[in-house]
């Protein structure tokens, strides 16, 4: 079967100072697929944009502000990730700059600022306990990885750089 993910962006917003991290708490709707757990933002890929295009739009409309600086930290497939089995492919990017007052809260959940050294105490998909740490370290070369899941449990990780 040919893999036809759905591509997305999944963005993870630094404060002015690099020491917190933007997520949302997704808590507002009860058929959410990610109900209760912590998220960067981001979404899916419009038709007519490119994935710094969408990481723009969604940060827009999910947080309110206006990117001045972002880098491709690396890019995630999810096969099977999807409620009904969907398969995903993410570029997860940090925003270092942007302009304007983030949101409080948007239709999906709360707006939090967590410490970057508290996002692992986070309610969290299993899965991004293993591909945060390459998006928050040091070393400058994207990592691509592959992350099956089935029945929403993620069965395998495996990246390169």
């Given at each position: 079967?040919?893999?036809t993910?759905?591509?997305?962006?999944?963005?993870?917003?630094?404060?002015?100072?690099?020491?917190?991290?933007?997520?949302?708490?997704?808590?507002?709707?009860?058929?959410?697929h990610?109900?209760g757990?912590?998220n960067?933002?981001?979404?899916?890929?419009?038709?007519d944009?490119?994935?710094?295009?969408?990481?723009r739009?969604e940060?827009?409309?999910?947080?309110?502000?206006?990117?001045e600086?972002?880098q491709?930290r690396?890019t995630?497939?999810?096969p099977?990730?999807?409620?009904?089995g969907?398969d995903?492919?993410?570029?997860?990017?940090?925003?270092?700059?942007?302009?304007?007052?983030t949101l409080a809260?948007?239709?999906?959940?709360t707006l939090?600022?967590?410490?970057?050294?508290?996002?692992?105490?986070?309610?969290?998909?299993?899965?991004?306990?293993?591909?945060?740490?390459?998006?928050?370290?040091?070393?400058?070369?994207?990592?691509?990885?592959?992350?099956?899941y089935?029945?929403?449990?993620?069965?395998?990780?495996?990246?390169?750089?």
């Amino acid at each position: 079967m040919p893999y036809t993910p759905i591509v997305a962006t999944l963005g993870y917003v630094l404060s002015a100072d690099g020491s917190q991290v933007l997520m949302i708490h997704r808590n507002a709707r009860p058929g959410d697929h990610h109900l209760g757990k912590y998220n960067g933002l981001g979404g899916k890929v419009e038709p007519d944009e490119d994935v710094m295009a969408c990481m723009r739009r969604e940060l827009r409309e999910e947080a309110g502000i206006e990117c001045e600086s972002m880098q491709l930290r690396g890019t995630v497939s999810w096969p099977g990730f999807g409620k009904h089995g969907e398969d995903w492919l993410g570029f997860v990017f940090v925003i270092d700059r942007y302009r304007g007052e983030t949101l409080a809260s948007n239709p999906e959940g709360t707006l939090e600022w967590v410490p970057l050294d508290r996002l692992d105490t986070l309610p969290m998909w299993e899965g991004d306990r293993h591909f945060l740490p390459l998006v928050f370290d040091g070393d400058p070369r994207p990592f691509h990885g592959v992350m099956p899941y089935r029945d929403g449990r993620m069965q395998s990780w495996s990246f390169s750089r």
